[in-house]
């Protein structure tokens, strides 16, 4: 009988990837979630809400999201983040109006 556990998928480990990395948004009454996860093209859209919408130093949250992300996933290429809802552009600049969700 095997002892190893199964393999986590892609999601589940970006979600803990996130608790452990940025427990301060949730700890200044903000939240991070995965909108939409591409895992053909390697792309993932995480939505800051609660507090993070209008924090100043979101931005800075953000940034340190995909940088740590793309470096800590192999799968992933590209991680899209921002603040609030998708159907307007991300907190640096991006289009998100074609969003696979």
Request: proline share 4%; charged share 25%; with cysteine.
């Amino acid at each position: 009988m095997s002892t190893t556990a199964p393999e986590k998928g892609l999601e589940e480990r970006i979600e803990l990837f996130m608790m452990r990395n940025f427990p301060q948004i949730q700890m200044h009454g903000g939240d991070a979630g995965i909108d939409a996860i591409d895992e053909e093209t390697g792309e993932v859209w995480i939505s800051l809400t609660g507090a993070c919408s209008g924090c100043g130093i979101s931005p800075m949250t953000i940034q340190a999201l995909k940088t740590r992300m793309v470096a800590e996933f192999d799968e992933l290429s590209e991680v899209h983040a921002g603040t609030g809802m998708w159907a307007h552009e991300s907190d640096d600049g991006e289009d998100f109006s074609d969003v696979p969700f």
